[in-house]
């Protein structure tokens, strides 16, 4: 069963710095590109940043470029997501799944919640 697990999330003031992780298993993971999704309140889930397991190439929205940094740990079969300068609008639960075509059922996330 193909399955990824976020945590990490919490509550942090602007400005400060969160460590997301995705732990990835029920499929190959070196053949697949990964991504973080985030769903704010009212909104729908948007893609913001997604690693290729195959190259290392990697994405970022223009919404956290610069602030977010993307890595993979191959032996352990986690993504993370560095969150750095962290801002309210940047509040909203973090998912993660394959990319682009999500393979798993979307899990709970992850909540992110920034206040000023």
């Known amino acids: 069963e193909v399955q990824l697990v976020e945590s990490g999330g919490g509550v942090v003031q602007a400005g400060g710095s969160l460590r997301l992780s995705c732990a990835a298993s029920g499929f190959t993971f070196d053949d697949w590109a990964i991504g973080w999704f985030r769903q704010a309140p009212g909104k729908g889930r948007e893609p913001i940043s997604c690693?290729?397991?195959?190259?290392?190439?990697?994405y970022y929205d223009e919404s956290v470029k610069g602030r977010f940094t993307i890595s993979s740990d191959k032996a352990e079969n986690t993504v993370y997501l560095q969150m750095s300068s962290l801002e309210p609008e940047d509040t909203a639960v973090y998912y993660c799944?394959?990319?682009?075509?999500?393979?798993?059922?979307w899990g709970q996330g992850t909540q992110v919640t920034v206040f000023s």
């Open positions: 799944n394959t990319f682009p075509i999500p393979q798993a059922d």
């Open positions: 690693i290729s397991n195959r190259d290392g190439s990697t």
